[in-house]
T-cell receptor, first 113, second 115 residues
Framework: AQSVSQHNHHVILSEAASLELGCNYS??????LFWYVQYPGQHLQLLLK??????LVKGIKGFEAEFIKSKFSFNLRKPSVQWSDTAEYFC???????????FGTGTRLKVLA | EAGVAQSPRYKIIEKRQSVAFWCNPI?????LYWYQQILGQGPKLLIQ????????DSQLPKDRFSAERLKGVDSTLKIQPAKLEDSAVYLC?????????????FGPGTRLTVL
């Protein structure tokens, strides 16, 4: 079955630390990949997405992600986190032609001031 | 551009009661999705509409859940009768539809508690 794995369920970092959140998906052909963020009390918002082209994708608020096809991965990175990055982060995959998303279980990030 | 609207935001019912949720997508978006998000899990797709037709309802528990999207705009999701395990946040999302890589825009969700 098609699935998405997020390996880190809870991450605690100090401000200015670097962040990398893992995301792996199961093989199923051509994929579109997404990272969504949910800040406390807010709805899910798109951080960035990979559709085609450059596998290094830059998103909002200094986030980036790299699509590594050979590893079925789409890890999210930020070189220096801020307290305001405290949120839950969801990776999602959409297999070409289906338009529906399959979400991972999410990673709860807490950044200490 | 107005976002996806959902109501109510919170609902508490007893098991075996019925409940309905409403969603109004972003204007012009052809595709509408309902997701169930149980605490500690990622959103799980329940049903996907393209205009007023169902594209995918393979994960919708059809013995108790139903959804409709009359006129291809707003949508309602109903649970009848509710079970304890239906306690979750119900998310509505919309997208332009019909294209690979379409971004889905999410509403604030309805938090359902079944006692």
């Amino acid at each position: 079955a098609q699935s998405v794995s997020q390996h880190n369920h809870h991450v605690i970092l100090s401000e200015a630390a670097s962040l990398e959140l893992g995301c792996n998906y199961s093989y199923g052909g051509t994929v579109n990949l997404f990272w969504y963020v949910q800040y406390p009390g807010q709805h899910l918002q798109l951080l960035l997405k990979y559709f085609s082209g450059d596998p290094l994708v830059k998103g909002i608020k200094g986030f980036e992600a790299e699509f590594i096809k050979s590893k079925f991965s789409f890890n999210l990175r930020k070189p220096s986190v801020q307290w305001s990055d405290t949120a839950e982060y969801f990776c999602a995959v959409s297999y070409s032609g289906t338009y529906k998303y399959i979400f991972g279980t999410g990673t709860r990030l807490k950044v200490l001031a | 551009e107005a976002g996806v609207a959902q109501s109510p935001r919170y609902k508490i019912i007893e098991k075996r009661q019925s409940v309905a949720f409403w969603c109004n997508p972003i204007s012009g978006h052809a595709t509408l999705y309902w997701y169930q998000q149980i605490l500690g899990q990622g959103p799980k797709l329940l049903i996907q509409f393209q205009n007023n037709g169902v594209v995918d309802d393979s994960q919708l528990p059809k013995d108790r859940f139903s959804a409709e999207r009359l006129k291809g705009v707003d949508s309602t999701l109903k649970i009848q009768p509710a079970k304890l395990e239906d306690s979750a946040v119900y998310l509505c999302a919309s997208s332009h539809g019909g294209r690979d890589g379409d971004t889905q825009y999410f509403g604030p969700g309805t938090r359902l508690t079944v006692l």
